[in-house]
C-alpha cells in the first residue's frame, strides 16, 4: 500500500496524490511530499525509488531488504536512514520485536518503506492531517516528528520490563521456581535486543543533530540532539536493568544452591541420628547370642527395656550436642 500526504504553502494537505503526480510536484522546491510504503511489494515500490526518485540502487537494496540496524548513509541530495520501531510481547514470555523503518529524506521529500505497521507512522499522519503547522517545517521537521514519536513508544516498555524485574526479585527471594529461571533469560534475551536497537539508534541522531547535512536545517539540529539525549537516558537505563537481571540471576542460583545446603544439611542430620540405632539393631540382630547357651538373660523384659531407652536417648543426646554445636 502506498500512502501520500502533499503539503504546498497556504493550501490544506492533499492524501490523494498519484504515483504519476510524483515527477511534477517534486519539481516544486517550496513544497512538501511524503510517501509511505507500507508492506508494499518489492517490485511496484523498486520501481518508484529508483525511477521517479533516483535513488541509488545500492540504497534502494538496503530499503527493500530490511536487515540492517540503524545507520544514516549521506547521498549528497538525500540522505538514507535506516530506523527501528519496536514492540512488546508478553502472551507467552517476554520478546522484543524490532521492525525496520527506512526513511529517505531530501529537500522537499520524505519517503518511508517499512513492511509492518509502525506506530509512530500513523501519529505522525493523524497529526499532520489535524494541524498543517507541523508539516509547513519541512521534511526535515517531519523525520523529526516520526523518531520522537518511535523513541517514546520505548518508554513503555521500559517501564512494563523494570516492574517485571521487580517481581522476578521477588519471586527469587520468596519462592524460586523453575519457570522464574526461564524468565530471568526471556529479559535478558528482551534486554539485550532492545540495547542492539538502542546503541547505533543513538549514534544516528548524534550524527542528524551534530553533522552537516544538505537536507537538513541546522536550525532543526536541535530538535534531533533533543531525541538523542531520550536514547542516552534509554541506553543508561537498558544497561541498569541489564545489571539488575544479571544480579537476579546470581541472587536465584544462590537461593537455589542455600537451599540444596539446607536439604543436604537435614538429610545428614537425619543420617546421623539413626546411626546409633542401626548400630544397636545391627548388634543385637546378630545370631551370636542364643538362649540355648545359658545366656536367656538378653531376652529379659528388663534388657529390652534398657536397649529400646539407649536407642531413643543416644539420638536424643546426639542432636541436643549438635545444636550446642550450632550444626542445626
Request: glycine residues 4%; proline residues 4%.
Amino acid at each position: 500500500m502506498i500512502r501520500t500526504l502533499f503539503y504546498q504553502p497556504d493550501q490544506e494537505p492533499c492524501e490523494d496524490v498519484t504515483t504519476s503526480e510524483f515527477t511534477t510536484l517534486l519539481k516544486n522546491a517550496e513544497s512538501l511530499l511524503w510517501v509511505d510504503f507500507d508492506g508494499e511489494p518489492d517490485a511496484s515500490a523498486e520501481a518508484i525509488l529508483t525511477g521517479i526518485f533516483r535513488f541509488h540502487p545500492l540504497a534502494v537494496d538496503d530499503a527493500l531488504e530490511e536487515t540492517h540496524t540503524p545507520k544514516v548513509d549521506d547521498w549528497g541530495e538525500y540522505l538514507y536512514i535506516v530506523l527501528n520501531a519496536m514492540s512488546l510481547e508478553t502472551d507467552t514470555e517476554i520478546k522484543i520485536n524490532s521492525h525496520e523503518l527506512d526513511v529517505f529524506l531530501g529537500k522537499n521529500f520524505v519517503v518511508t518503506h517499512h513492511d509492518t505497521p509502525i506506530a509512530s507512522i500513523e501519529k505522525a499522519r493523524a497529526l499532520f492531517r489535524r494541524d498543517k503547522r507541523y508539516i509547513s517545517h519541512g521534511p526535515d521537521h517531519l523525520l523529526y516528528k516520526i523518531i520522537d514519536d518511535m523513541v517514546a513508544d520505548y518508554m513503555p516498555m521500559v517501564e512494563l520490563l523494570d516492574d517485571k524485574i521487580d517481581e522476578i526479585e521477588d519471586c527469587v527471594l520468596n519462592n524460586p521456581r523453575q519457570e522464574t529461571l526461564q524468565e530471568i533469560f526471556a529479559l535478558k534475551r528482551a534486554l539485550q535486543v532492545m540495547r542492539r536497537i538502542i546503541t547505533p539508534q543513538r549514534e544516528v541522531l548524534n550524527k542528524l543533530a551534530r553533522d552537516e547535512y544538505e537536507v537538513v536545517d541546522p536550525k532543526d539540529r536541535i530538535f534531533f540532539r533533543d531525541v538523542y539525549d531520550h536514547l542516552v537516558r534509554l541506553h543508561e537505563l537498558n544497561e541498569s536493568m541489564r545489571d539488575l537481571v544479571g544480579g537476579a540471576l546470581d541472587t536465584y542460583l544462590s537461593v537455589v544452591n542455600n537451599r540444596m545446603n539446607d536439604v543436604m544439611k537435614t538429610l545428614t542430620i537425619i543420617t546421623t541420628l539413626f546411626m546409633p540405632i542401626s548400630f544397636v539393631t545391627g548388634f543385637f540382630g546378630m545370631n551370636f547370642f542364643e538362649p540355648v547357651a545359658g545366656l536367656t538373660s538378653w531376652t529379659d523384659r528388663i534388657v529390652f527395656v534398657l536397649t529400646l531407652t539407649g536407642m531413643i536417648s543416644v539420638p536424643v543426646g546426639m542432636f541436643r550436642w549438635m545444636k550446642k554445636q550450632t550444626w542445626v
